[in-house]
C-alpha cells in the first residue's frame, strides 16, 4: 500500500489587481461640438438698411410678444441710399430714413379684392413686413435721432442737412425752402443738424440752426402756406403737447409759449396723480423723489392735496 503525503498549496494571486472597478466606466465625455462656420459668417453682423420687427400682440397673452424678435422677422431695403437713420410712425404708416432718400414700410399690409357685391374683401397677406417703396430718392437724413423731424396732422417736416434744404411730406415730397423761397437763407447755413418742433396752437412749423449767428428760428404758417418770420429766442430743445409748446434754452431755463408774451422764463412744476383708483383707500408710508440738481437749488416744496 502506497500513500501519499497531502500538499498544501498557495491562493492564487492576480499579478494585476483585476478584480477592482474600472474607472473607465465612469469616465467623464470629453468630446467636443464643432460647429462649421458658413461662408460669409461675421462675428459681429450690423445690418445698417435692416428694420427688425417682434411678434404680432394678441389679448391676454402670458409673455409679451412684444419682446419677441425672431430671427426672419426683418426687412431689408436698399443699401445704395446709404444707412437707416431715422423711423417715425406716421398717419398708419412706418416711415424710414436714409442718407439720401425716404420710403415707406408696408407694416401688416392687406390687399383689397372686389367681390360680385362691389364691396371690399381683406386678404391677409401673412407677414409684418412685407415690401417697401420709396417716396423720394433725391433727399434724406445722415443724422441718427434727427431732431428736425416734425409733423401736423397732414404733413411731415425736416431738414436735409446734407442739402441745406427744408422739405415736407404730404401726398408727395415738396422741397419746401426751395418752393417757398427761402434757400438764400438755407445757402447761409452750415451743413449741420438741425431743430424742428410744431406749434400746434399756431399752426407753425419752426426750424433753428446752429449755424444762425442770431440764434433765430425759421416760422412757416401751415394755413398760410408760407414762411412768415423769424423768432428772435434761442431753442435747445423742445417739449410739445397738445396745446402748449415748451423749451428749454442753452442755459437751462423753461419758456411757456401762447402763455406769457414776453416768454419769461418760470419755476418748474411737477404735478401727477398719485391715488390712482381713487375711492379705494390707500396708505402711503413714504415718498421717494430723486432728481438732478445744479448748483445748491433743491425742491422748494412738496404738496399734497386730496380730491376733497
Known amino acids: 500500500m502506497i500513500q501519499y503525503e497531502p500538499t498544501v498549496t498557495q491562493n492564487y494571486v492576480q499579478s494585476n489587481p483585476l478584480y477592482e472597478y474600472n474607472s473607465a466606466y465612469s469616465a467623464d465625455g470629453n468630446a467636443q461640438i464643432f460647429v462649421q462656420e458658413l461662408l460669409y459668417t461675421d462675428e459681429n453682423p450690423i445690418y445698417e438698411t435692416r428694420i427688425t420687427c417682434s411678434e404680432l ?158 440764434e433765430r428760428s425759421l416760422v412757416f404758417n401751415e394755413q398760410l402756406n408760407v414762411f412768415t418770420s423769424f423768432y428772435d429766442y434761442p431753442v435747445s430743445h423742445v417739449a410739445q403737447m397738445t396745446d402748449k409748446l415748451v423749451t428749454l434754452d442753452s442755459f437751462g431755463n423753461l419758456y411757456l409759449h401762447g402763455v406769457e408774451e414776453n416768454y419769461e422764463p418760470f419755476i418748474s412744476n411737477i404735478k401727477y396723480v398719485i391715488n390712482k383708483g381713487y375711492p379705494e383707500t390707500k396708505v402711503y408710508d413714504n415718498v421717494w423723489f430723486d432728481a438732478l440738481f445744479e448748483k445748491n437749488e433743491l425742491v422748494k416744496s412738496v404738496v399734497f392735496k386730496t380730491k376733497t
Open 57 to 214: 400682440k394678441t389679448n391676454n397673452e402670458i409673455i409679451d410678444s412684444w419682446t419677441k424678435f425672431k430671427f426672419a422677422n426683418y426687412l431689408d431695403v436698399d443699401n445704395s441710399y446709404g444707412k437707416i437713420t431715422n423711423l417715425k410712425s406716421f398717419n398708419g404708416k412706418l416711415l424710414f430714413w436714409q442718407d439720401s432718400s425716404v420710403g415707406v414700410a408696408a407694416v401688416n399690409e392687406r390687399s383689397l379684392i372686389q367681390d360680385n357685391n362691389i364691396s371690399a374683401l381683406t386678404l391677409g397677406t401673412g407677414g409684418i413686413l412685407v415690401r417697401y417703396d420709396y417716396h423720394t430718392t433725391l433727399n434724406g437724413s445722415s443724422v441718427c435721432n434727427d431732431r428736425s423731424i416734425c409733423n401736423s396732422t397732414s404733413t411731415l417736416y425736416w431738414y436735409d442737412q446734407s442739402k441745406n434744404e427744408i422739405c415736407a411730406i404730404n401726398n408727395t415730397v415738396m422741397e419746401l425752402s426751395k418752393v417757398k423761397g427761402v434757400k438764400s437763407w438755407t445757402n447761409k447755413l452750415d451743413k449741420h443738424d438741425a431743430l424742428g418742433w410744431y406749434d400746434w396752437k399756431y399752426n407753425e412749423v419752426l426750424f433753428q440752426h446752429p449755424s444762425d449767428e442770431k
